[in-house]
Structure formats: structure tokens, C-alpha cells
């Protein structure tokens, strides 16, 4: 939690305004889909959410850091936001009609992830849709680190970073009907690293 909320207090909005490109892919399924209500666990300041109340959805954020819910706010005023840890979700007794989360899974440990995703599945109204990213076992840093469990390397002090393979990623949605998987490469330029990109891995998914 200090990691991220020092993260926004000094870079403010540091992954830039654009969306990233699995967000853009993500609304095409949903509008495909006719989905209307989409909770975003690990929202940041609202950059993905954004373009999902731009399309007219109805969206709400779940975002610890007090500092990105203020940028958030001004940023993107559409979106309602709950402060605190998606592994103390639920925030509210609503049920959505699709989940997006972008880079939050791959963050914990293998007992967080599978309560955080149980979380999830809960929240999802019957035949719900989840739209997940994670960062793939193709990514640059992968290896990289103290190892802590399988796949999962701590690059930086107190950030653990799960890297999936395809059959990890279905393994873990193993209570959904998976629809699709892919890569998606997507830009990013930030911090010291600057002009990146990162070979990220999604999942969309039904709710049985």
C-alpha cells in the first residue's frame, strides 16, 4: 500500500491520460456483449474507467490510494470510487454485469490471488463477464528477483509479481467458462524505464 500511494503522490497520473489498449479491446467486448455495469478492481486515478463512462457505462473503481482517487476525481468525475484493498472487496452489495481489472492479479501471492478472484466471481451478477489482465511469462522481467513462489519474483522490495503462462491463467478462472485468451503488447512510458512496452496476457471469461 506505501508502495503504490507514494507511487501517485509523486508521479501523479504516471501512466499518462490514454487508456491502455487491453481497455480499448475490453469496451469492444462489452458493448458486443450489451454489458451496462463494470466494476474495476485496482482503478489507479481513472485512465481505463474513463473510457468506460465515456461509452456511457456505468462504472465504479476500487482503488487504495487516497492520492489517486484525488486525481481521479477531477480526471474522471463519472466513475464512483471505493477506497481501500480489493482483498477486502465487497465495498457495496451491487451486482455488475462485468469485471475489468488491469494489472492487479499478477500482485499477490497464489492464496490472495485465488480470494481476490473469489471476491470477484461474487460481485458478478449470473452469466456476468471478467476481463482480466495480468503480466505474461513473455515479459522482459520475468525471472528477475528473489523468487518467493512459482513464477512469482519480488524485482523490487515489497512487490511481488506473479508471471502467467496460458495454462496458470485458465487454471485460475477454472470456475468460469473461458471465452477467449490473448497477448496484447502495450505501450507505456513512465519513471526511469521511459518508452516501454509490456507483454501483457488477458482472460474474458464467463461467470457459470
Known sequence: MEYWEKRFLDGGK??????????????????????????????????????????????????????AIDIAKSFNPKTQFFQG?????PFNDEKYDGIYSFNVLHLFL?????????????????????????????ERSFGKGKQIEKN????????????????????HFKDYSVIETGIIEDAENHGELGLHSHILRYIFAQKK
Open 14 to 67: 504516471i501512466w499518462g491520460e490514454k487508456p491502455s489498449a487491453t481497455a480499448i479491446y475490453a469496451l469492444k467486448l462489452f458493448k458486443k456483449h450489451e454489458l451496462n455495469s463494470i466494476l474495476v478492481p485496482g482503478a489507479g486515478y481513472g485512465r481505463n474507467t474513463k473510457l468506460f463512462t465515456d461509452a456511457n457505462l456505468e462504472v465504479a473503481g476500487i482503488e487504495f490510494s487516497e492520492s
Open 110 to 138: 497464489k492464496d490472495d490471488r485465488i480470494s481476490f478472484l473469489k471476491k470477484c466471481y461474487k460481485q458478478l451478477k449470473t452469466k456476468g463477464f471478467a476481463f482480466f489482465v495480468v503480466f505474461s511469462d513473455m
Open 152 to 171: 512469482t519474483y519480488e524485482s523490487k522490495p515489497w512487490r511481488p509479481v506473479h508471471y502467467f503462462t496460458e495454462n496458470d491463467l485458465k487454471e
Open 85 to 89: 484493498s480489493v482483498l477486502d472487496m
